[in-house]
């Protein structure tokens, strides 16, 4: 029996006809991009967040791009995030004029360190109280905004970070695209606050992967400010408002209809879709809490209720690991395996290896099993039996080698 790391079929297979449906609704109806179905999910899935906005869009990207222009980062600004996430965080603040800024991640939540933040904003910064201005001292721009990732469906270390970001004057725009329906339990405020309800904006991701997915490509911005979702409204149409009137330049960045109509299909089953995988997650920790050395297990601090897009665990023998699982038919993945400070495609930015210890330790350790909703507790169980013989492998080349323990 092989264990797939993701499966697509299944959850489509059991909603084929309402899915079906949508799509004879929007051939019989002729409205294909934006309209009613568009709007109907935006409002569903803002109150899903607790926002009082939803603006839909075309992907992830474009909804991280266009919070990130509408928030008013400005070309030439510098944005700060973390190099441990997908390219698309760090593409959307280069694709908004502005340039990265790079900030470690804590190894045990794999999302922004604050303690770090706070170093660069203190060390690296200069503010200006009188103009409420941040300098960056080494690139003479203006710091306007900090991008926390909800990394693997965890949401990142809110309180300290948006604390931050108010005594700096930052704009806060949370990369919620692995996050749908993730909380965060704030102390500040007394309460649990939903991933997307936080910042002064959020992205989603509605690619067929994350936890809410489209048959396609979709993503959507979240935001309690209304002048920020009227200005993605424009961003994603051309810079238009009113047809033909373009009051500044936009992108063709919309949803479509028959995306926005299968995501609300699926918006009804995401809350028990989430509560699958946490149950799977704590069947994870009880297989392999214990029994295995050198297996660190994902950490969920009191403040934070993931919605396990990923079960991310780490080994120093990763590699040998992959492979080990794959000749029993178990998919595994790695997310991500370089730190964007070290890819080609940010060369330019100056960056080293060594840089960002955590985000580079984390990259040659982390391995993400198995996890989707409809995972079973015998696919678990397989996992697990798997990991143990790979210890035991292991264990006994070490003995017969010990020249290799360094591996
Ligand atoms: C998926 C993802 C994105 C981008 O979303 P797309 O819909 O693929 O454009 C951005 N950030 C993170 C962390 C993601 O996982």
């Known amino acids: 029996m092989a264990v797939p790391f993701l499966d697509l079929i299944t959850p489509h297979v059991e909603m084929e006809d309402e899915l079906a449906d949508v799509f004879r609704t929007a051939l019989r109806q002729g409205a294909f991009v934006g309209g009613r ?4 999910f935006e409002r569903a899935f803002a109150a899903f967040c607790g926002t009082q906005h939803a603006v839909g869009v075309g992907s992830g ?18 944005v700060i995030t973390v190099p441990h996430t997908f390219i698309a965080t760090v593409e959307a603040i280069s694709q908004a004029g502005a340039r990265p800024a790079f900030v ?22 200069v503010f200006n109280p009188a103009t409420g201005k941040l300098l960056h001292k080494a690139t003479d721009s203006l710091v306007t905004a900090v991008v926390p990732v909800h990394l693997y469906g965890q949401p990142a270390h809110m309180d300290p970070i948006l604390s931050l970001a108010r005594q700096y004057n930052l704009k806060v725009i949370e990369d919620a695209c692995q996050a ?42 979240t935001t309690n400010d209304a002048a920020l979702a009227q200005k993605c409204r424009m961003l994603r149409d051309h810079g238009q408002a009113r047809k033909y009137y373009h009051d500044l330049e936009g992108y063709n960045g919309r949803l479509d209809a028959i995306q926005a109509g299968i995501l609300l299909a699926k918006l009804r089953h995401l809350p028990r879709w989430n509560e699958l995988r946490r149950e799977a997650s704590a069947e994870y920790d009880r297989l392999l809490s214990g029994s295995n050395h050198g297996l660190a ?22 590699d040998a690991m992959i492979q080990h699982l794959a000749a029993q038919g178990i998919g595994s993945g790695i997310h991500y395996p370089i730190p964007l400070h070290l890819q080609k495609a940010y060369g330019s930015l100056g960056y080293q290896r060594g840089d960002f210890p955590a985000s580079e330790q984390a990259a040659a350790e ?42």
Not at 304 to 318: E, N
């Open 297 to 318: 297990l994902p950490v969920e601090p009191a403040w934070a209720k993931s919605v396990y897009h990923l079960y991310v665990v780490r080994t120093p023998s990763r």
């Open 180 to 221: 749908h329906g993730a909380q965060y339990n704030s102390a500040r405020e007394g309460r649990w606050k939903p991933a997307g309800a936080m910042g002064h904006a959020a992205a989603f991701s509605f690619y067929p992967g994350k936890n809410l997915g489209a048959c396609g490509e979709a993503g959507a911005i």
């Open 61 to 78: 990207t474009d909804a991280l791009r266009f919070a990130l222009m509408a928030a008013g980062v400005e070309p030439g600004d510098t």
């Open 37 to 40: 179905i568009v709007e109907e």
């Open 104 to 125: 470690d991640i804590d190894p045990s939540t794999f999302s922004i360190d604050p303690a770090k933040l706070e170093e660069f904003l203190v060390s690296r910064c």
């Open 366 to 407: 982390i391995l993400s099993l198995p996890m989707f909703p409809q995972l079973q507790p015998e696919q678990q169980q397989r996992v697990a039996a798997a990991i143990a013989s790979f210890d035991g492998a292991q264990t006994a080349g070490l003995q017969r080698q010990p020249a290799l323990a360094s591996h």
